[in-house]
């Protein structure tokens, strides 16, 4: 409030990736809410409505304290209509009507539990939904046959939707370095996604891998794979080439070295901490029956030569709604093409190298914002 008692009037810049959003977020209800249907649009696969709930929230992110009323908001970008609707739900009820019967509803509840399985997305989803499959039990009793990525899926639920705390993503780290190093010596890990930009937990863990010469990194997945795969560290895991065309609007022809970069779903076998095992962790009779000594954990490799390393870095950082309003602005402000190998410049007609994400930023033509302040 200023001093004739009004309430500030915030101002906000159009594309997320001017933003700086630290994890400290002053609107978390709204924000909550918003979330949750922009999550219920993409499971339904609405994507532009998903994309729309997402910029909204990341707005609200953005303020510097929490909104109090609605004439606050007047000429912020990206708030449509219905997140208008919403947000002012919350103002007046403390809650949004729309939301709370959301959660409640079956089709979301069951949704949420079948792509909490690894390997299930909303299609899916929607399909057995559509046969009566509501629950894991009656996916099971269903028949259905699962790929290896589902049966993991199933096999480990538990475990993979209990988020990775920052102490198990130090763990796997430690692990994928010695595999690395044992492989190829010289070669560099680096932690990305969520983790980097600061957040305390995360549903999986990413990294990424290079080397300092150009071309030593080749073949690198797969002998780090093996090595894992030989020590017992993996439960699950499918390795495939980075196919270039995943970003719609990246280089029509990528440079020739593009399907060098690899990655890596993969779940992992990580053993727990004693102090994690429980107060009633002691002689194996004594322990409660289904207890075990290890859980399960996500974890994405990426390997990137190092003359792309700059922009895997930036594209495998995050968050997901950081990187689209990346390229939104690269292609409509800059006429570039931005992806996770390279930027593009549409005019030049030719691809503009970089070495550090700084180098990114300044190329298309943006102050530089630190990975803990990409949380939008
Ligand atoms: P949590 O894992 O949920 O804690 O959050 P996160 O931000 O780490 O999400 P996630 O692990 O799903 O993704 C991390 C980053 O990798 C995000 O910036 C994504 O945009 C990026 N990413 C995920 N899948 C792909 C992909 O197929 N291609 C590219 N280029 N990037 C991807
Ligand atoms: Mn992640
Ligand atoms: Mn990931």
Redesign the pocket.
Known sequence: HNDEGEAVVFSVPSFACQRRITLDNHNTIITGALSLLAENAELSEEDGRGVAFRRAAAVLKALPEPVTCMTQLRGLPCLGEHSLRVIKDILENGESNEVESMKQSERYKALKVLTGVFGVGAKTADRWIREGIHTLHQLRDSGHALNRAQQAGVEHYDDLNQPVSMAEADAVGEIVEKAVVSVLPGAQITL????R?G?PS???V?FLITHPEEGREEGLMSKVVSWLESQGFLLYHKTSR?SYL??ANGPARPASNMDRFERCFSIFKLAKKYHELGKDAGPEETKPAGHKPWRAVRV?LVVSPISQFAFALL??????LF?RELRRWAGQEKAMSL??HALFDNKQKRYLTATSEEEIFGHLGLEFIPPSERNA
Do not use: A, Q
Request: aromatic fraction near 8%.
């Open positions: 990305t996604g969520g983790f930009r957040k995360g549903h999986d990413d980075n995943e970003s994405d594209g495998w950082t995050g968050s997901k990187e992806s996770s």
